[in-house]
Every structure is written in C-alpha cells, then in structure tokens.
C-alpha cells in the first residue's frame, strides 16, 4: 500500500520569509500526488495537485511543488508567506489498484503545522 | 454550486443517543464520501457511495451507519457511540467512481465537530 510521510510536523517562519514544507511518498510508479491545506475548524482545501506533464506545479495563494520521481518527493514552498497561511497542510497520494494505475482514494500524510509569526 | 454543505457544524451527544449528520452537495457528483479526523491527525476514510450505492467501508464499526437517500445528499447515523469517536467528521464529493480511471478530484464539506459524551 501507498504511505506519504511528512517529516516536520510543525514549520515556524517569519512572515514574509521562503518556506518549504517536505513530503515523501513511498512508490514510484506512477501517482497522482496533492496538497491539501485546512484553515482551524474548517474542513480540506485542495492546494496544487500533480497528475503528468511538467514537474513544476502552482497551485493557489502563491504555493507551488516540485515532483521529483528519483527522490519519491513533492515538497510544497513559498517563496514569501503570510499570517494568513498559518494552518495545517496535508501531503497526500492516490493509492493504486492491484493491476495498476491510480485510484482516487486518497492517502494521506500526518500534516506539518505552518505557523507564520508576525 | 462548488460547495459541499454539512450539518450541524457542532454535535454532542451522550452514549445512548442515536443522532444524525448530513451532508449535500449540488455539484451533480456522483461519489460521496466520509472521513473521520482526530485532532492533530489527518483524516481517515469510512465510507464511499459511488452512484448511491455503498461501495467501500473501511471496516467501520457498526455503531456507524451511513446512508445515501439520493445522489445529492449522504448521512451518517450515530447510535451508542463511545468517547473515543468525537472527532471531525468531514464529508466530500467527487464527480466519479473513486476507482475510475484519470483524476477525479475530491471536494470537502466543513466538517461536523462531534463530542461523545
């Protein structure tokens, strides 16, 4: 079965400072791989999402991922963040059938806590 | 429509009740599912209604018992829960089948904040 780590469970930065929250995935066949990120006592956001194609992903309020297949990677970064990006972020991949290719039920990592001070 | 609605926002309720979560959307997808999220976890999947009917159950107990009356809404009817169930409880909807081939992206409700007294 699919597993996703998340190494950092918790990310302090600086407002206005790069941040790079880290994910690994355990397969490298091919995935579909996804952020999520969830403000408090509100449910999942879809951030970026990585199907095929360009390695590089944007997603929305300014994130963006690298897919890096040799690594089994696909950390999510900002170039500036803002108080407003404080919440969980949740690293996620599709499990696969026994035959192959993907499902769209949804793996998920243990969530890094980015919390922006000002 | 883009949005996945769920009622109450908050529930408590003590060990002999019997209550109900509900859950609607109107983006005419065809999948629903239940998540369960315990603080500081990621969510966890219970159940998936593909086309009304129910086609995964992540050997949840039965204390939990999801229903789908139509291809809009989805509920999750409680009865002689224990504290260790308070939790989040997150519904989603996806245009398609989960194990249909391509991409079929997930979209979550806010939740319903569950207390078992």
């Known amino acids: 079965a699919q597993s996703v780590t998340q190494l950092d469970s918790q990310v302090p930065v600086f407002e206005e400072a790069p941040v790079e929250l880290r994910c690994n995935y355990s397969?490298?066949?091919?995935?579909?791989l996804f952020w999520y990120v969830q403000y408090p006592n509100q449910g999942l956001q879809l951030l970026l999402k990585?199907?095929?194609?360009?390695?590089l992903v944007k997603g929305i309020n300014g994130f963006e991922a690298e897919f890096n297949k040799s690594q089994t990677s696909f950390h999510l970064r900002k170039p500036s963040v803002h108080i407003s990006d404080t919440a969980e972020y949740f690293c996620?991949?599709?499990?696969?059938?026994?035959?192959?290719?993907?499902?769209?039920?949804?793996?998920f990592g243990t969530g890094t806590l980015l919390a922006v001070q000002p | 429509d883009t949005e996945v609605t769920q009622t109450p926002k908050h529930l408590v309720m003590g060990m002999t009740n019997k209550k109900s979560l509900k859950c609607e959307q109107h983006?005419?997808?065809?999948?629903m599912y239940w998540y369960k999220q315990k603080a500081k976890k990621p969510p966890e999947l219970m159940f998936v209604?593909?086309?009304?009917?129910?086609?995964i159950n992540e050997s949840v107990p039965s204390r939990f018992s999801p229903e789908c009356p139509n291809s809009s809404l989805l509920n999750l009817h409680l009865h002689a829960l224990q504290p260790e169930d308070s939790a989040l409880y997150l519904c989603?909807?996806?245009?398609?089948?989960?194990?249909?081939?391509?991409?079929?992206?997930?979209?979550f409700g806010p939740g319903t904040r569950l207390t078992v007294l």
């Open positions: 990585y199907l095929s194609g360009s390695t």
């Open positions: 989603a909807s996806s245009p398609r089948e989960p194990s249909f081939g391509g991409y079929n992206e997930q979209f």
């Open positions: 397969s490298s066949v091919s995935v579909y």
């Open positions: 996620a991949v599709s499990d696969r059938k026994k035959g192959g290719g993907a499902t769209n039920k949804l793996i």
């Open positions: 209604y593909s086309y009304e009917k129910l086609s």
């Open positions: 983006m005419g997808h065809r999948a």
